[in-house]
């Protein structure tokens, strides 16, 4: 059934396309800041190596699908608006996302031989994890927001609201699973060595 009514305006897609690249900025920002903390945490040994790898890939490949997804979904909206601004007689809009990705950070399991752990190193770590999820998490949601927010009407206007709900739920679940499987991991670390060491 068609819309009573289709609006579009130009302006307000032109802002929420800007909002929607900040966001991309500033989740690659977070989940770099991430990799980055990772790469440097004062750990060393063969369980150091491949945790270091494990968590900077799946902090690479977490910005990667985000990155794919918001790109789908602005190009999606540029797509609707452009199309009904178009049969309407109006202007064309824009919308481009940064695609920089997060880079991977060299790692190595540190001296030959030698393992070590500075514990108060990893609970930083940890904190770090939540910090860099919890913003990626709150900027999704703002993108949410801003989409929903925009001047348009129509049917169109509901499946992007639709595809951007979706988008966000799924990101911020797998947010808290990457969170969790990363404290996880270094409270058992933390607690393994305690009790190795007599603590």
């Not at 900040?22 to 770099?32: K, W």
């Not at 063969?46 to 900077?56: I, P, S, V």
């Not at 608006?81 to 190595?108: C, F, H, M, W, Y």
């Not at 129509?154 to 990101?171: D, F, H, M, P, Y």
């Amino acid at each position: 059934m068609p819309a009573q009514e289709v609006l579009v305006d130009a302006n307000s897609v032109d802002q929420y396309g800007e909002v929607a690249t900040q966001t991309f900025v500033d989740v690659r920002v977070a989940l770099q800041k991430l990799v980055d903390d990772v790469a440097t945490v004062k750990y060393e040994g063969e369980n150091a190596l491949q945790f270091k790898r494990e968590a900077g890939q799946m902090a690479v490949q977490f910005a990667n699908g985000i990155k794919n997804d918001m790109v789908s979904m602005t190009q999606s909206v540029n797509a609707a608006t452009t199309s009904i601004l178009q049969s309407l007689g109006g202007r064309d809009v824009s919308i481009r996302i940064d695609n920089t990705a997060v880079e991977p950070k060299p790692v190595t399991a540190g001296q030959d031989g030698v393992v070590s752990v500075v514990y108060s190193s990893l609970e930083a770590l940890a904190e770090a994890t939540k910090a860099s999820f919890d913003a990626v998490a709150e900027r999704l949601e703002f993108h949410k927001g801003a989409l929903i927010g925009t001047t348009w009407q129509g049917n169109a206007k509901e499946r992007a609201k639709t595809a951007v709900t979706s988008l966000t739920s799924n990101a911020t679940g797998n947010c808290q699973t990457a969170q969790q499987k990363m404290t996880t991991f270094i409270n058992d670390q933390i607690s393994g060595t305690s009790a190795a060491d007599g603590q």
